[in-house]
């Protein structure tokens, strides 16, 4: 006897030994919990090796994944997500750099550990021999996993940083893993050529949660009709830290700084930079490498945004300065290297260092 299970969860074997078949009759109640039988999970079921072998003509060896929430062996979070790629223009193609590439399915997830080792799995539907008949076969699929803003909320319009492309497979399911830092990232399933369509499961696998969920709005919207639409969007990158210092009288040894982008309301914080994570090594004056990446969709283009610099310690963090962007870029942005200050009396005192940045900005809310 072979146990089985469809991963789709519908449709199972319908012959011999298929839940509710007159051959379980015969099995006694002492065999019955031997085999710890209860068919309450849908999807799954039983066949006779004969059977497995005459039907069914290729076998895969699985990676069992634990997701258990309690478990002594190592165990993974899971994100499930079901979509299609469709008539409707949800099927652009597998070429990173052609112009229907991002008319593709896209979901993103976050990395919140500083390094962390992701499993991915793409299926299709399989197709029922009859089908081929009628021209339907099965997709060649894969997948591209792209670097972007920390807090992106809508779909791409242009490609993000390439990070990985998987293979091409024309076959039921590809499989893939990859370490990754820290940060949010956007995952684009694919089909080997322009057009093709069908249905499809993509699996997450991460240490810590990754939130996966797809992206569906190409951008703000209304919420009410008498609200506003942002004027611009911005995208700002914090590329480094040069010769800021710590704040006077601080009693923290180390200087393990990370940044704090402020605009219109809305904070997103940077990883730490430690001194073996980019910087050299640092007493009183930073010099780190960021390359933190933020979008912002403006409605007050004509405020600035600031990136504070913060000392990160056990107890307490030192604020050290405040730099305040107010170039907008353009659409074929700007290096702009900004000076830092103090805060509250002394907002306006400018203080040792600088944070160079890359700014760049358009009326079109779907330009970035």
């Known amino acids: 006897?072979?146990?089985?299970?469809?991963?789709?969860?519908?449709?199972?074997?319908?012959?011999?030994?298929?839940?509710?078949?007159?051959?379980?009759?015969?099995?006694?109640?002492?065999?019955?919990?031997?085999?710890?039988?209860?068919?309450?999970?849908?999807?799954?079921?039983?066949?006779?090796?004969?059977?497995?072998?005459?039907?069914?003509?290729?076998?895969?060896?699985?990676?069992?994944?634990?997701?258990?929430?309690i478990s002594l062996k190592k165990s993974w979070n899971e994100s499930i997500m079901h979509s299609e790629w469709s008539v409707q223009g949800r099927n652009g193609g597998c070429v990173y750099d052609s112009p229907t590439f991002l008319s593709n399915p896209q979901y993103v997830f976050d990395i919140i550990q500083e390094e962390d080792t992701i499993l991915v799995s793409l299926e299709q539907h399989d197709i029922q021999p009859g089908r081929q008949h009628f021209g339907r076969t099965l997709n060649t699929i894969g997948y591209r996993i792209m670097k972007v803003e920390d807090n992106r909320l809508y779909r791409m319009h242009i490609p993000g940083e390439h990070i990985l492309s998987s293979d091409m497979v024309r076959g039921r399911s590809i499989f893939g893993t990859s370490k990754l830092f820290k940060g949010r990232y956007v995952i684009v399933p694919c089909t080997e050529k322009t057009g093709e369509h069908g249905p499809f499961m993509l699996r997450l696998y991460t240490s810590s949660k990754a939130s996966g969920r797809e992206l569906t709005k190409e951008g703000p919207t209304k919420t009410c009709p008498c609200s506003k639409l942002p004027l611009i969007v911005t995208t700002l990158t914090v590329k480094k830290l040069e010769g800021v210092t710590k704040p006077a009288g601080s009693k923290v040894k180390t200087f393990d700084p990370k940044v704090v982008v402020r605009c219109e309301g809305e904070k997103v914080v940077s990883r730490v930079v430690k001194e073996d994570q980019g910087g050299k090594q640092r007493v009183n004056t930073a010099d780190a490498e960021?390359?933190?990446?933020?979008?912002?969709?403006?409605?007050?283009?004509?405020?600035?945004?600031?990136?504070?610099?913060?000392?990160?310690?056990?107890?307490?963090?030192?604020?050290?300065?405040?730099?305040?962007?107010?170039?907008?870029?353009?659409?074929?942005?700007?290096?702009?290297?900004?000076?830092?200050?103090?805060?509250?009396?002394?907002k306006d005192m400018e203080r040792p260092g600088n944070v160079h940045v890359f700014v760049k900005s358009s009326h079109d809310l779907q330009f970035l």
């Open 1 to 69: 006897m072979v146990r089985m299970a469809n991963p789709w969860g519908v449709k199972e074997w319908n012959g011999p030994w298929a839940d509710g078949s007159a051959e379980w009759n015969k099995i006694g109640q002492t065999e019955w919990t031997k085999l710890g039988l209860k068919f309450q999970q849908e999807g799954e079921f039983w066949m006779a090796f004969d059977d497995f072998v005459s039907y069914l003509t290729n076998v895969d060896v699985c990676h069992f994944v634990n997701t258990a929430i």
């Open 290 to 346: 960021f390359d933190f990446k933020v979008t912002f969709y403006r409605k007050k283009p004509d405020e600035p945004i600031t990136i504070e610099v913060i000392n990160t310690n056990s107890f307490v963090d030192d604020f050290c300065s405040e730099a305040r962007v107010t170039e907008h870029g353009g659409e074929d942005g700007k290096d702009v290297k900004c000076p830092v200050y103090g805060k509250g009396k002394e």
